[in-house]
């Protein structure tokens, strides 16, 4: 008996030994295969399909890591995360890179020991509720009963929104995206209140979305983006370069279909450097000269994965707003490529 | 072992220790000893290597920062700027009062299902079966589920009772059963102390006098007991308890003023305001652990019962007892000795499965502390410590004061 015990603490303790970190490059190309921690479905950001394969602009944000690291986009093995679980599944060790429309903050940054490698998408939180309501501002929500995330900076605002503005709610705290949209539809909460691009694309799902309206109000600031562990320099460098090839890629017009013509034919000498006809940005990075072509080539630029995601083509129908490039008035702006 | 071919006496050799039946088991369990404090020294020194590594550290200093977060139940006065220590307790006191509830009514359940267990007729000794059966056989976390889901998707939505001309009306005109709990009236005190608010020291002077009459229900119990004894009439006790129970309570609540806040379906739009309400996860949770455990009772109250020999019952009744009192005065006494160990063990598992809370976002201690505090701050090391703390804690004296009370019931031997 007693022996059983010391073998299974030894095994534990081994295990411990296991998780610490080290290069988490060296780590992936070893594997041969990139762990990245994703939402467990909401549509348009990363939701398995109807194939079972995992679609969405946080996925394809995933698939375009591992085409750069590994060369090959489906390397990928992608682990649901809870609003409560992301943070644990990342600190251990489980997953490489977690891209789950996780807002960036100081204390998620400083606190929990993470960094964050730019944004992906910039986001506020909103209120949705049935049209039948005749509710048309946040601020007539007094009293109301709300369905919240737990574990997530949505469910921080929403105490401050209401305690600012004087009123009151009962919060109603759920596990996933899935649960809250269950429970709203059975009315267990007058409202549902997210990130408002989650809210769309839940709405989107809805058998008559039409009955349902986002309210006006944005009560946040939530620029959401891919982040990994901190103190992991060169695979932190790695993602946040991915993330800025496919913005700049967008900004240059570079695109999946003309990628191959692009990296031979262009003559701007960025476009050349981007896709590694010239100079030695991959090798900086520990990569081979190839590693932004392959993820445009696979994913598309961050203009084409917006828009066959969740642009307003697609149900969830989002426009591109603070998302555009700064050209076009938005707020993505890539640091040069050189 | 024998103890025939131990050299008597001698010098001590250092090989003794093994070959020496005297000592070979000290040596080997002082060696396990060891083993298991250098493997837990090892864990130990190894999680603060990686926890340096990770640049983390143990502190606590986030008890005292603001949770930053609402609870929908919260029995003492909280805010989302109270700190994280207030919201565990928020937790703690929702723990206990479900862990309560669901231990008076699992028992409740249990005697009543067990002793029907052995009644002669067919149908509910049968029906009992089924009860104890389907509900002992089943997880708890789906008998959780279950409820909720029946309880949210059954009862009408709250927005049915609102306003001027309500598509329904209240039960009595005074509780409303709403998909999101139930509304019954509340008691509040118009003279009492605390004004306005209302203090939890009227509720205490209230179990002041409850306890006083108890005490002396007792003592008029017991003097009836020893004029019994004495003369062999006992002098009836049921209209004098009963006096004692009621008249001081009733002229306490009069004048401590006790009055009613109706649930009120005029207030607000969206909920009824006013009275108490009874959260569906709360119900959910209490009506799932009691079902569940009572069963396991059900059965502990039968084994007691069976346990009791049957030359009891029939030495009883050739005594002259009937049924009823043979029940009261021979086998209950009897068979509660067998009945307490395990229930001891039924109300710590009452206890330990309240954490099962989380899944109808009730919030429990696991759902504050253990699930948004630990999530929000990042303090998961700390925050699962102290919950573990907490449940060894109550569970100790839940096991202490029911040791107490067994002891009180075991076979006194003369
Ligand atoms: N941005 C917030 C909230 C993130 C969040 O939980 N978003 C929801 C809805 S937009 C989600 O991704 N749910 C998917 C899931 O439940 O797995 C945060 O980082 O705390």
């Given at each position: 008996?007693?022996?059983?015990?010391?073998?299974?603490?030894?095994?534990?303790?081994?295990?411990?030994?296991?998780?610490?970190?080290?290069?988490?490059?060296?780590?992936?190309?070893?594997?041969?295969?990139?762990?990245?921690?994703?939402?467990?479905?909401?549509?348009?950001?990363?939701?398995?399909?109807?194939?079972?394969?995992?679609?969405?602009?946080?996925?394809?944000?995933?698939?375009?890591?591992?085409?750069?690291?590994?060369?090959?986009?489906?390397?990928?093995?992608?682990?649901?995360?809870?609003?409560?679980?992301?943070?644990?599944?990342?600190?251990?060790?489980?997953?490489?890179?977690?891209?789950?429309?996780?807002?960036?903050?100081?204390?998620?940054?400083?606190?929990?020991?993470?960094?964050?490698?730019?944004?992906?998408?910039?986001?506020?939180?909103?209120?949705?509720?049935?049209?039948?309501?005749?509710?048309?501002?946040?601020?007539?929500?007094?009293?109301?009963?709300?369905?919240?995330?737990?574990?997530?900076?949505?469910?921080?605002?929403?105490?401050?929104?209401?305690?600012?503005?004087?009123?009151?709610?009962?919060?109603?705290?759920?596990?996933?995206?899935?649960?809250?949209?269950?429970?709203?539809?059975?009315?267990?909460?007058?409202?549902?209140?997210?990130?408002?691009?989650?809210?769309?694309?839940?709405?989107?799902?809805?058998?008559?979305p039409g009955d349902h309206t986002?309210?006006?109000?944005?009560?946040?600031?939530?620029?959401?983006?891919?982040?990994?562990?901190?103190?992991?320099?060169?695979?932190?460098?790695?993602?946040?370069?991915?993330?800025?090839?496919?913005?700049?890629?967008?900004?240059?017009?570079?695109?999946?279909?003309?990628?191959?013509?692009?990296?031979?034919?262009?003559?701007?000498?960025?476009?050349?450097?981007?896709?590694?006809?010239?100079?030695?940005?991959?090798?900086?990075?520990?990569?081979?000269?190839?590693?932004?072509?392959?993820?445009?080539?696979?994913?598309?630029?961050?203009?084409?994965?917006?828009?066959?995601?969740?642009?307003?083509?697609?149900?969830?129908?989002?426009?591109?707003?603070?998302?555009?490039?700064?050209?076009?008035?938005?707020?993505?702006?890539?640091?040069?490529?050189? | 072992?024998?103890?025939?071919?131990?050299?008597?006496?001698?010098?001590?050799?250092?090989?003794?220790?093994?070959?020496?039946?005297?000592?070979?088991?000290?040596?080997?369990?002082?060696?396990?000893?060891?083993?298991?404090?250098?493997?837990?020294?090892?864990?130990?020194?190894?999680?603060?290597?990686?926890?340096?590594?990770?640049?983390?550290?143990?502190?606590?200093?986030?008890?005292?920062?603001?949770?930053?977060?609402?609870?929908?139940?919260?029995?003492?006065?909280?805010?989302?700027?109270?700190?994280?220590?207030?919201?565990?307790?928020?937790?703690?006191?929702?723990?206990?009062?479900?862990?309560?509830?669901?231990?008076?009514?699992?028992?409740?359940?249990?005697?009543?299902?067990?002793?029907?267990?052995?009644?002669?007729?067919?149908?509910?000794?049968?029906?009992?079966?089924?009860?104890?059966?389907?509900?002992?056989?089943?997880?708890?976390?789906?008998?959780?589920?279950?409820?909720?889901?029946?309880?949210?998707?059954?009862?009408?939505?709250?927005?049915?009772?609102?306003?001027?001309?309500?598509?329904?009306?209240?039960?009595?005109?005074?509780?409303?059963?709403?998909?999101?709990?139930?509304?019954?009236?509340?008691?509040?005190?118009?003279?009492?102390?605390?004004?306005?608010?209302?203090?939890?020291?009227?509720?205490?002077?209230?179990?002041?006098?409850?306890?006083?009459?108890?005490?002396?229900?007792?003592?008029?119990?017991?003097?009836?007991?020893?004029?019994?004894?004495?003369?062999?009439?006992?002098?009836?006790?049921?209209?004098?308890?009963?006096?004692?129970?009621?008249?001081?309570?009733?002229?306490?609540?009069?004048?401590?003023?006790?009055?009613?806040?109706?649930?009120?379906?005029?207030?607000?739009?969206?909920?009824?305001?006013?009275?108490?309400?009874?959260?569906?996860?709360?119900?959910?949770?209490w009506l799932a652990l009691s079902?569940?455990?009572?069963?396991?009772?059900?059965?502990?109250?039968?084994?007691?019962?069976?346990?009791?020999?049957?030359?009891?019952?029939?030495?009883?009744?050739?005594?002259?007892?009937?049924?009823?009192?043979?029940?009261?005065?021979?086998?209950?006494?009897?068979?509660?000795?067998?009945?307490?160990?395990?229930?001891?063990?039924?109300?710590?598992?009452?206890?330990?499965?309240?954490?099962?809370?989380?899944?109808?976002?009730?919030?429990?201690?696991?759902?504050?502390?253990?699930?948004?505090?630990?999530?929000?701050t990042g303090r998961a090391i700390?925050?699962?410590?102290?919950?573990?703390?907490?449940?060894?804690?109550?569970?100790?004296?839940?096991?202490?004061?029911?040791?107490?009370?067994?002891?009180?019931?075991?076979?006194?031997?003369?």
């Amino acid at each position: 008996m007693n022996k059983s015990v010391i073998f299974g603490a030894l095994t534990i303790a081994g295990l411990a030994a296991g998780a610490a970190a080290a290069g988490t490059l060296d780590d992936v190309k070893a594997r041969g295969k990139l762990n990245c921690g994703v939402t467990t479905g909401l549509a348009g950001f990363a939701a398995p399909d109807a194939t079972g394969e995992w679609k969405g602009i946080d996925a394809a944000f995933c698939r375009a890591v591992a085409a750069a690291v590994l060369g090959d986009a489906t390397a990928v093995e992608f682990v649901p995360t809870t609003g409560k679980t992301r943070f644990t599944a990342l600190a251990s060790g489980e997953i490489d890179v977690l891209a789950r429309n996780t807002t960036w903050t100081l204390s998620r940054d400083v606190d929990l020991k993470f960094d964050f490698l730019g944004v992906n998408y910039y986001d506020g939180q909103g209120f949705m509720v049935p049209k039948a309501l005749g509710v048309s501002s946040a601020k007539d929500l007094d009293g109301a009963t709300v369905c919240v995330q737990t574990g997530t900076t949505t469910e921080l605002n929403l105490a401050d929104f209401f305690r600012a503005n004087n009123i009151s709610y009962e919060p109603v705290p759920i596990e996933t995206n899935a649960e809250g949209a269950q429970q709203y539809l059975a009315g267990a909460c007058d409202s549902y209140t997210t990130d408002a691009s989650g809210l769309a694309s839940t709405r989107a799902t809805f058998e008559n979305p039409g009955d349902h309206t986002l309210l006006p109000e944005i009560i946040s600031k939530e620029p959401l983006g891919p982040l990994v562990r901190h103190g992991d320099n060169e695979w932190g460098d790695v993602v946040r370069w991915t993330l800025n090839a496919l913005i700049s890629a967008e900004e240059l017009g570079v695109t999946s279909a003309n990628v191959g013509e692009m990296s031979t034919g262009s003559t701007n000498p960025e476009i050349k450097r981007l896709l590694g006809t010239e100079g030695t940005l991959g090798e900086m990075l520990g990569l081979d000269a190839d590693w932004a072509k392959r993820a445009i080539a696979t994913q598309g630029n961050y203009g084409e994965i917006f828009a066959r995601n969740i642009g307003e083509d697609t149900p969830v129908g989002l426009a591109r707003g603070l998302n555009a490039q700064w050209t076009d008035g938005g707020l993505l702006y890539s640091p040069p490529f050189r | 072992m024998s103890t025939t071919t131990d050299p008597q006496g001698g010098t001590f050799r250092l090989s003794m220790l093994m070959n020496d039946s005297r000592y070979r088991s000290l040596t080997l369990q002082a060696i396990a000893a060891i083993l298991l404090a250098i493997s837990i020294g090892y864990i130990i020194s190894n999680l603060l290597a990686n926890l340096a590594e990770q640049d983390l550290n143990i502190s606590f200093g986030f008890l005292a920062t603001p949770a930053g977060y609402d609870i929908n139940q919260t029995l003492i006065e909280y805010t989302s700027q109270s700190s994280n220590t207030r919201a565990a307790f928020v937790g703690i006191i929702n723990t206990l009062l479900v862990a309560i509830l669901a231990c008076i009514t699992a028992t409740v359940l249990g005697v009543i299902a067990g002793v029907l267990r052995l009644s002669n007729n067919w149908l509910v000794r049968k029906l009992m079966s089924f009860y104890v059966e389907i509900f002992r056989n089943i997880p708890v976390l789906i008998w959780i589920i279950i409820i909720f889901t029946i309880v949210t998707a059954v009862m009408p939505s709250a927005k049915s009772y609102l306003g001027e001309d309500p598509e329904r009306g209240m039960l009595g005109g005074i509780i409303a059963f709403t998909n999101r709990g139930v509304y019954v009236p509340a008691p509040f005190f118009t003279n009492g102390f605390g004004g306005e608010e209302g203090s939890i020291a009227n509720w205490l002077l209230v179990i002041v006098v409850l306890f006083g009459s108890l005490f002396a229900t007792r003592a008029m119990t017991a003097r009836a007991n020893k004029i019994q004894e004495d003369t062999g009439i006992r002098p009836g006790t049921l209209w004098t308890n009963l006096a004692i129970w009621l008249v001081p309570v009733a002229v306490v609540l009069f004048i401590l003023g006790l009055s009613w806040d109706f649930p009120d379906p005029l207030a607000n739009r969206f909920n009824l305001r006013g009275g108490l309400q009874i959260g569906a996860p709360l119900i959910a949770l209490w009506l799932a652990l009691s079902v569940y455990t009572g069963a396991f009772i059900a059965e502990n109250v039968r084994a007691g019962i069976q346990a009791v020999s049957k030359g009891q019952t029939e030495a009883a009744s050739a005594l002259g007892l009937r049924p009823r009192r043979t029940m009261s005065l021979v086998i209950l006494p009897q068979a509660l000795r067998v009945i307490i160990p395990p229930l001891i063990s039924q109300y710590l598992n009452i206890t330990k499965n309240s954490s099962l809370a989380i899944a109808v976002g009730y919030a429990d201690i696991t759902a504050t502390l253990g699930g948004i505090t630990l999530n929000q701050t990042g303090r998961a090391i700390e925050c699962v410590l102290l919950l573990m703390l907490f449940y060894l804690t109550i569970s100790l004296l839940i096991s202490a004061v029911m040791n107490v009370y067994n002891s009180s019931m075991k076979l006194k031997e003369r």
